[in-house]
Every structure is written in C-alpha cells, then in structure tokens.
C-alpha cells in the first residue's frame, strides 16, 4: 500500500511535448506565433485546443480594454523552508521569470460582450497551474470581488493540483476555495466555471466542480487521481477518453463542453441569463 | 546546551513566518502570540527520525480504525450504509450513537483489519459512494440538530477507472460544500493517515483535532519522493520536507489540538486511546455547544478562509 499515490498532485503534463510548441500534437501542422494567436491557439487543421495563456485567455474573453487586474501584490512564501532537488523559492523565481506571472492565478473585473463579471483564470505554465498559498486567495478574493460589486464569477481552470512544496497549507487550500464559493452562493452570485487541458487533483477537487455552470473545453484532462496513477493501481486498459471532457460529459459530470471560438459568445449568454431582472 | 542543527533550521523557519504577513484568520486570531507560541514549541517538535516513526505509526496495522473506536465511545450505535444512490461503499462509514447519551452523526474512513477485509473495503479509500454516505449522513445531522463527529483515516480517495468515471473530484469537492454549510457543530479528528483529498473531504470542520502519531499531508512521501526527488525510496527526506506530523500541522493553524496517545501508540492500548480520544471529542463539542448555527457556519468558513502564507 505504502506505494500508492493517490495525492491531489499528479504528474499529468498538459500534453507529450510536441518537437516546437507551436506544432500542432495530433496533426502536426505548423504554425507561426500571430497564427495561433489569431486563431486562439486551436488548430485550424483538426480542431486541437493548444494550451492557453492567462493573459491570451483574459485577452480572448474580455471585451478590450475592460480587464481591471486585482490582487497584483500576492507573491508566494515559502512557509515550509521546502528543499527537494532544488529550493521552492527557486522554483518559484524561475517560474516568475518564465512566465511574467506572480503566481499560477490571474484575478479581476472584466466585462464580456458589455456583461461585468469578476474573472479568475489559471495558468498551467506556472508551476503547471499548481494551487497554494497565493491561488487560494486570489481565488477567494474573486468569491468576494464578485459578492461585493453583485456579479457573477468566471473561473477558467488549468491545473496539475495542489502545490507539494507548500505542504498540508496547500491542501487548505481545497476547503478554503470551497469556503469561499459557499459565501458566494449565499451572496446570490453564479459561478461558472470553465475546466482547460487539464484539471485534476485539488483543483478538480474543490472550487472546479462547483460552479453553477460547469464547461470544459473539448479533450480536456478533467480526472482527479490521472490516468498514470489508476492505470498503475488497477492494472487496467483504460478507454481512450479515459477522465476527458468527452468522457465526463457522457458520465453526466459536467454540463456541456465548449470549443474555444464558442466559449465568449456562450459566457456572454449565461450572463445574460444570469442577469436579475430589473 | 548549545541549540542543536534542527533546532537552529526550526529558528530560522519561524524567523521567516515571523516576516511574513498570515492571512486575515491569523491576524484576527493575533498573529504574534500565535508565533511566540511556536517558537515555545521548538523543543517540542519532531525531528527526522521521529517524524518517520509517526508515517510508521500512523500506518501500523494494529492501530485502532474508526470501528474501533465507534464500539469504545458509542452507545446504541446504529451504522447507516446507504448512499441512496449506488451502493454501500466499506471505506467509508456513516451511522448514529450516542455519545454522552446524546445523538451524534458519526462518518469515518474504515481500513480493513484482514486480508479480505482490507480488500472489500479498499484499505480505507473511498469512492464517490463513499462520499455520498457521509452527505446522506451529515445532511440528516443537520435536519435534527445533531452534531457531526468525523474520524479521519485514509491514505487517499481511491484512484479507479469506476470512482473517476462517477466524479471522485467532484464527489471530494461537494462533500466539503456540504460541510461548509451545516449549521451544527462538526469535529474532526484525524485518527492515522490524514491522505490529501480523500482526508479533507470529511474534515471541514469546526475543530480540528489530531492524534499525536498521526499524519496529515497533501500526498503521501512516496508520491512526494516520485514526483520531485523523482525516486520513492526518498521518501524519509519527503516526509521531513512536509512534515506531516500533528506537532507541525498545529503550528501553521491547520489543526487545533494535538490528542495524547497512550506510550508507544495507539495500539498499544486501545482502550486508553479510545478514552483519551473520547475526553478530547467532549471537550470540543462542549465548547461549540450554544453557538447559533449561523455563528458556527461563518466561523467555519472563515477558519478555513484564513489559512495560508504568503508574501
Ligand atoms: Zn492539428
């Protein structure tokens, strides 16, 4: 038993590294950087969904000029003194400069198709989007920006799980996203949440599967353990959508799968719907 | 004595969180006095070698399971097995006693003490069913003004193709949802393995207590050691890089009181175990006994809402 992994963390990369980022994996088209960035990084050959940026994510949903960034001051701490292979601050300081990022989460007000909402959108490039200190609250302070100014909040998630260098605090950070969602709720405010390639472990675990809304886009990796680790426990031939937005989607675990082009229009009519009467 | 090599890494930590601001739960509950009480309890903390001894305790096979205890603390027990949905999952167990001659809503993972019982109860790693239990149960609590007590051991949610396929993230997330919002007093106590998700869904709770030689982690120190030594046999160095024993989780906030254990372990005397246990469950109830549901739902929210370190 002592083997078993069955952490919140999990080792799933977003994709098998293709030979250039900007080669599509599954048809190996080509692309130059306006492309995909035209193309909101989904291949215009077979449909691919190329893993996603926060900014270009904010920038692709946001009405132009309408974001309003919140929390900028949050940095991670190193509360454990966590030394693995290398230090967590170093991991960390490389993580910033890779990526132009404070942490793995990006907060604010935005509007979309003139709608305000509040916006919490991960980033898997960061630590491969992983949830500690500083994503649990952004993400509670998004719960509480949107309660405060009466409108909905729109998460879209990318992430391996909880942060292993921040120990047991990062498993808090699962009631904590709950915490806040749950005063959410009580505020009256939707959450709709939007699951990227991938969502598993923690962030699966708490906040993600508990919006009013639940979209994933289309292949998505939504699986809380990941395939590497039930495959190794049950030994078994797991189906080839195995823990996919397809596959949830026919379990009846989310609410409907969205392709990328689609999910601004869409977010725009569950704001509308959303919207009390006047 | 001059301080010893752990003893000056310890200083240097606190020194770090001293200059740190906690997040807002620490500072309305002060956060100096907080770190002074840290730093008290220097000498009190585990070391290496003792932190592994506790992964080894908490995982002895001998140790006392929630049963265990269920039988020492509750009268006129009554075990509920139904999720009303799938099926009756044995990693996870639900049912009514009284403890004190008052009612109480008990949920709790459940290992298997033989070879075929471990299997049948899948070592105390629940499925979606298993979850679904214990929010039939502490649905039911609440309906009657019940409290909630949760016996927390498990080395994890239980990663099949089945558990995955009906939402075991989904199944972790509601269950502390429900959690969040019940109106009567919830403890929690973890009794062994405290294992990541599959831990924390049943332990969002008003007090959070913690047996001496248990753990509590966000993955286990092989899983740790896999992914960032990238070699399980370092586990030992992932476990004392986390630290996931009770000392430990008091001082960042995570839980509030460590219970005492008999010498040696729980299983040395599990009739001592189940009493010091039961005094430490008594007195946390005791102290949430009177406040407004409401009262009790906000300060649940915020104690959770307030955990965290950053800079
Ligand atoms: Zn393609």
Request: one cysteine or more.
């Amino acid at each position: 038993m002592a083997k078993i992994d069955v952490s919140v963390e999990t080792n799933d990369q977003p994709t098998p590294p293709p030979s250039h980022p900007n080669t599509c994996p599954s048809c190996h088209s080509h692309y130059r950087d306006d492309e995909l960035e035209k193309s909101q990084w989904v291949c215009e050959q077979c449909g691919h969904h190329f893993p996603m940026r926060a900014r270009a994510r904010i920038a692709s949903l946001a009405d132009p000029g309408s974001f309003a960034e919140e929390a900028t001051e949050l940095h991670s701490a190193d509360p454990l003194g966590f030394f693995d292979l290398r230090p967590y601050t170093e991991r960390l300081a490389q993580a910033e400069m890779e990526t132009g990022l404070a942490d793995a989460m990006v907060i604010g007000r935005a509007a979309i198709e003139k709608r305000q909402c509040e916006l919490a959108v991960m980033d898997f490039a960061f630590m491969g989007g992983s949830m500690g200190s500083v994503v649990g609250e952004k993400f509670s302070r998004a719960c509480d920006s949107a309660a405060e100014a009466k409108m909905p909040l729109v998460a879209v998630t990318s992430s391996g799980g909880a942060r292993m260098q921040e120990g047991i605090l990062a498993l808090m950070q699962l009631p904590k996203t709950v915490a806040a969602v749950e005063d959410l709720h009580d505020s009256g405010q939707a959450l709709l949440c939007v699951m990227a390639h991938p969502t598993t472990g923690g962030v699966l675990a708490s906040f993600a599967t508990l919006g009013d809304i639940v979209l994933a886009e289309p292949n998505a990796l939504m699986s809380f353990a990941g395939p590497r680790v039930v495959q190794e426990i049950t030994k078994e031939k797991l189906p080839d959508d195995f823990g996919r937005a397809e596959q949830n989607l026919r379990y009846g675990q989310i609410d409907a799968i969205v392709p990328r082009p689609e999910l601004r229009p869409t977010l725009s009519r569950l704001l509308r719907l959303f919207d009390a009467p006047n | 004595m001059p301080p010893t090599e752990h003893e000056l890494r310890l200083r240097e930590r606190l020194g770090r969180l001293r200059n740190l601001p906690l997040l807002g739960g620490a500072r309305i509950s002060g956060e100096l006095e907080r770190l002074q009480r840290q730093i008290e309890r220097i000498g009190e903390e585990a070391t290496d070698e003792e932190i592994w001894r506790k992964v080894e305790l908490a995982r002895d096979e001998d140790r006392p399971y929630t049963l265990d205890y269920v039988e020492r603390l509750f009268d006129d027990w009554f075990e509920l097995h139904g999720d009303r949905a799938l099926g009756d999952d044995g990693a996870m167990i639900a049912g009514l006693g009284k403890l004190d001659g008052r009612t109480v809503v008990l949920v709790g993972q459940q290992k298997g003490r033989d070879v075929h019982e471990r299997a049948s109860r899948r070592f105390g790693m629940p499925n979606p069913e298993g979850y679904r239990k214990a929010w039939h149960a502490m649905e039911l609590a609440d309906r009657h003004g019940f409290p909630v007590v949760t016996l927390v051991d498990t080395p994890g949610a239980y990663p099949g193709v089945f558990a995955e396929q009906h939402g075991q993230g989904a199944a972790i997330a509601r269950s502390q949802s429900i959690m969040a919002r019940l109106k009567v007093p919830i403890v929690a106590c973890v009794i062994g393995e405290g294992g990541s998700g599959g831990a924390i869904a049943i332990a969002l709770a008003d007090r959070v207590l913690m047996q001496e030689n248990a753990i509590y982690s966000v993955i286990s120190p092989e899983g740790c050691a896999a992914i960032l030594w990238r070699d399980a046999g370092q586990k030992k160095k992932a476990a004392a890089a986390f630290r996931p024993d009770a000392v430990h989780c008091r001082e960042l906030g995570v839980i509030d009181e460590v219970v005492s254990e008999p010498v040696g372990g729980a299983h040395i005397d599990p009739d001592l175990a189940a009493r010091l246990l039961g005094q430490a469950l008594r007195e946390s109830l005791a102290e949430l006994d009177g406040i407004p549901g409401d009262d009790l739902r906000r300060r649940r929210r915020a104690r959770f809402r307030s955990l965290g370190v950053f800079a």
